[in-house]
C-alpha cells in the first residue's frame, strides 16, 4: 500500500534520475508531494528527499516499464519526459504506478486525468515538433548551417532523424535557446549538448544576398488581395516568427 507523503524529491534532472525518483517511490512505498529538478528547487517548508542517480536502478525500471506495460508505455514516458508540462516528473511517476496496476490497459486510460494531461502534453510536443520540422531557417555561418529556435517543449530529440537524414553531407547545429542546448551535426554523427549561449559571425554578403532573395520571392508569390492575417496565424503561429528568415523585415510585436 503506498501513502501520499509531504516528502518533496530533489533529482538531478535526467530522465535517467527521474527513473530512480520512481524506483525510491516503490522501495519506499511513498508518493512524493512533489519533484522537482535540483536546478529548479524552490523554498519549502516539507522535508526534501535527495534522489541520488543510481544507473542500476533506474535501468531495472527501465526493464521493467516495456515488460509490464508494453513497449508503447516506455515511448510514452520518454515523450512525456521532454514536454513543458508543469509537475511532468510527478505524473510520469503516478502513471508508471497506474500501469504496474492495470499492465498495457493503462494505454487506454485516457478517462483518468493523469493519463489524459500527460496524453495531451505529449501530443502538444509532437505537434510542435512536427510544426518546427517546415519552420527552421538555416543560415550559413562560417560553412555551416545554422538556425536557431525557441520552443517550448524539449524538440530537439524529436528533430533529430528528421534533419540528420535531409542534410546528411552537411555540417549544422540548431541551437535551442529555451532549453540551452544544441544539436550539432557532421557527416553521420550527431549529438545535443547544453550551449548556454552562442556567439556568431556576421552573415557574409552572399548569406546576405539569399536572405534578401527569400524575402523577395515571399512577398512575390503572396496574392495581396486573399491577404488573411488570422489565417497565417493558424498556420505558423506568431511566436515562430521570430526566427523566419522571411520575416525578419518586418517589426514583430
Not at 486525468?113 to 500527460?118: A, F, G, S
Not at 562560417?142 to 524538440?155: C, G, M, R, T
Request: hydrophobic share 40%.
Amino acid at each position: 500500500m503506498f501513502n501520499r507523503s509531504n516528502l518533496i524529491y530533489h533529482y538531478d534532472g535526467s530522465f535517467e534520475g527521474l527513473l530512480c525518483c520512481v524506483f525510491e517511490s516503490y522501495d519506499k512505498k511513498e508518493i512524493p508531494n512533489e519533484i522537482f529538478p535540483i536546478y529548479e528547487s524552490q523554498l519549502t517548508l516539507f522535508p526534501v528527499k535527495e534522489i541520488i542517480t543510481d544507473s542500476e536502478k533506474a535501468n531495472r525500471v527501465l526493464v521493467s516499464i516495456p515488460k509490464k506495460m508494453g513497449a508503447s508505455a516506455l515511448e510514452f514516458v520518454q515523450l512525456s519526459f521532454l514536454t513543458c508540462l508543469p509537475k511532468k516528473e510527478l505524473y510520469i511517476v503516478l502513471f508508471l504506478r497506474m500501469g504496474y496496476s492495470h499492465g498495457p490497459a493503462v494505454m487506454d486510460m485516457l478517462s483518468d486525468d493523469v493519463v489524459n494531461i500527460l496524453y495531451k502534453a505529449v501530443k502538444h510536443l509532437n505537434n510542435e515538433s512536427h510544426l518546427l520540422k517546415g519552420f527552421i531557417r538555416f543560415s550559413i555561418i562560417n560553412n555551416a548551417l545554422f538556425a536557431e529556435i525557441e520552443p517550448k517543449n524539449f524538440v530537439l530529440p524529436l528533430l533529430t532523424k528528421h534533419f540528420c537524414e535531409r542534410y546528411p553531407e552537411e555540417h549544422f547545429l540548431i541551437y535551442d535557446k529555451a532549453h540551452s542546448m544544441a544539436l550539432m551535426y557532421k557527416p553521420y554523427k550527431s549529438s545535443i549538448i547544453p550551449i548556454d549561449s552562442i556567439e556568431l559571425s556576421e552573415l557574409d554578403d552572399d548569406e546576405k544576398q539569399f536572405q534578401d532573395l527569400w524575402k523577395l520571392y515571399y512577398d512575390t508569390v503572396e496574392i495581396k488581395a486573399r491577404h488573411n492575417e488570422k489565417c497565417r496565424r493558424s498556420h505558423m503561429p506568431k511566436r515562430y516568427w521570430k526566427y523566419l528568415t522571411e520575416f525578419k523585415a518586418y517589426s514583430i510585436k
